[in-house]
């Protein structure tokens, strides 16, 4: 606290991220990176953008990586948005698309992050509970609202809806906004960049953090039709002309481009959620259908703070939730083949 501090100052409840401790041999399963470095091509990309050409500032517009996104989702490349990181592009986007005076709909348990910018930028919002089985249920959100966002699919629970009920939920409210905050998408799930072309009032969400392992060069995206866009670039260019950086935008147009890379590093993930979620379910933990790269699981005999901590004292992090209805659940990111196997010795231990 400080006497200098303004008032919004003091009214933030900020977002904490999952902790990025410095420990030798650390099995970290908490922040949901990927457990592979990123492709040749990427990395020849940032080195080819290195040297004297850093004292000039990056193109505000990111011209050529939004071509390439565009050409990936078969869009124009004025129907894409990039940002610093899809935080930064959720950021633009409820200042400058969600703030109205009907309240923003969003489930009650999801990206936690949404609160924090709904209390920054002062929108109202109207939580819907998940179902008993931590589903989102499209006609819960049948109601008069402001706007609609959603996490597809959804953090921390791992579960998807399948993209015609995305559709649904899309058609249903054609005056208000829907996001689909698509983080996860490319573990299972189907993206929703398909609809655009139909739908004015949807804005789609992604980001190089999770399946292109970017994570550090914070670079994230959204598409839409453009007067969504248009938004978004206003709000940016009122704020920071140059959000995305140089060595950034040429190592994402890099990912974006290298199929191979992606496809093996995706398929090896997949695999290993898979062969995960089984050794869970054998030692009697129940995990949900994960369509991501991370599992989230309880054990009935086992408080979730419980077994954090002893995973923990055993140099394996994974994320735990205090919140209710899932405190006995454990957030688990899906780390290389030798890391799920600590990860499992660990449980054995415990349990």
């Known amino acids: 606290m400080s006497r200098f501090w303004s008032s919004a100052v003091h009214a933030l409840e900020p977002y904490v991220a999952g902790e990025q401790p410095k420990i030798p041999g650390l099995v970290k399963l908490n922040t949901n990176e990927s457990p592979y470095g990123p492709s040749q091509k990427v990395l ?17 517009a990111s011209t050529a990586l939004r071509e390439a996104i565009a050409k990936r989702f078969d869009l124009t490349m004025d129907e894409v948005f990039v940002g610093n990181g899809s935080d930064e592009v959720l950021a633009f986007t409820f200042a400058g698309l969600l703030k109205h005076d009907a309240p923003l709909l969003h489930p009650d348990i999801t990206y936690s992050f949404y609160k924090t910018y709904a209390r920054l930028f002062e929108v ?10 931590l589903r989102v ?9 402001g706007a609609i966002i959603l996490a597809n699919p959804n953090a921390p629970t791992g579960i998807a809806l399948p993209l015609s009920e995305i559709e649904k939920l899309v058609a249903s409210h054609p005056d208000q906004v829907v996001v689909i905050d698509e ?8 993206t929703a960049a398909s609809l ?39 709000m940016k260019d009122s704020f920071n002309s140059y959000p995305v950086d140089m060595l950034a935008q040429a190592a994402a147009k890099a990912a974006i481009e290298d199929d191979a890379w992606f496809d093996e590093a995706r398929s090896k ?12 379910e054998t030692r009697g933990f129940e995990v949900l259908p994960s369509s991501t790269n991370f599992v989230f699981a309880r054990h009935p005999a086992h408080q979730g703070a419980v077994l954090q901590k002893g995973l923990r004292e055993r140099a394996v992090l994974v994320r735990h939730f205090n919140k209710p209805r899932i405190s006995d659940f454990l957030r688990v990111t899906i780390g290389t083949t030798e890391e799920c196997h600590q990860f499992m010795d660990a449980i054995d231990q415990i349990i």
């Open 183 to 190: 983080a996860y998408v490319d573990f299972g799930a189907e």
């Open 269 to 280: 993930i997949i695999a290993n959620r898979n062969m995960v979620t089984k050794a869970l």
């Open 196 to 234: 655009i072309p139909r739908y004015d009032n949807l804005l789609v969400v992604q980001t190089f953090s999770k399946s292109r392992s970017l994570a550090g060069l914070r670079v994230g995206f959204a598409l839409g039709q453009r007067p969504l866009i248009e938004a978004l670039e206003r």
């Open 124 to 133: 109202k919002v109207e939580e819907i509970p998940l179902d008993e089985g």
């Open 44 to 60: 020849d990309a940032i080195a080819a953008t290195s040297g004297e050409r850093l004292r000039l500032y990056p193109d505000p």
């Open 137 to 145: 249920r499209i006609g819960d959100y049948d109601r008069p609202c």
